[in-house]
C-alpha cells in the first residue's frame, strides 16, 4: 500500500517561495508516477505538475515557469518547488501517485493514491 505524506506547506507572501516534500512509501520506484494537484475553496481539485519514472516534467499553464517538480528515490521524496507565488496559488496541496509507467493523469480521478494535503496561503 501507498502511503503519501506531505509538509512544507506554510503562509507566504506574493513573490516569496516555498518547497513542498511528499514523503512515500510502501512503492516501487520504477512503477509509480507522482503528481501535485491542488484544491481552493469552492473549487475542484486541478493539476499542478507531475514526473514520470524517467524523469519527464509536465506543468499546468497556470505554474509552468514558477515551478518544478523533482524526486530523490533515495530519500522516497518528491518536491515540489514553488517560487514567484501568487495570491491564486492559495490552496491545499496535494501529492498523489498513480500505478502507471508513463506520466500521471491529469484528472484526480485517474490517480490511484493520495496524501492528506498541506496548506500553501499566499497574501
Known amino acids: 500500500q501507498v502511503q503519501l505524506v506531505e509538509s512544507g506547506g506554510g503562509s507566504v507572501q506574493t513573490g516569496g517561495s516555498l518547497r513542498l516534500a511528499c514523503e512515500v512509501s510502501g512503492y516501487t520506484p520504477s512503477t509509480h508516477c507522482f503528481a501535485w494537484f491542488r484544491q481552493a475553496p469552492g473549487k475542484e481539485r486541478e493539476h499542478v505538475a507531475d514526473i514520470d519514472n524517467d524523469g519527464i516534467t509536465y506543468y499546468s499553464n497556470s505554474v509552468r515557469g514558477r515551478f518544478t517538480i523533482s524526486k530523490d528515490n533515495d530519500e522516497n521524496t518528491v518536491y515540489l518547488q514553488m517560487n514567484s507565488l501568487r495570491p491564486e496559488d492559495t490552496g491545499m496541496y496535494y501529492c498523489?501517485?498513480?500505478?502507471?509507467?508513463?506520466?500521471?493523469?491529469?484528472?484526480?480521478?485517474?490517480?490511484?493514491?493520495w496524501g492528506k494535503g498541506t496548506q500553501v496561503t499566499v497574501s
Open positions: 498523489a501517485a498513480e500505478y502507471e509507467f508513463g506520466a500521471c493523469s491529469r484528472n484526480p480521478d485517474g490517480l490511484d493514491y
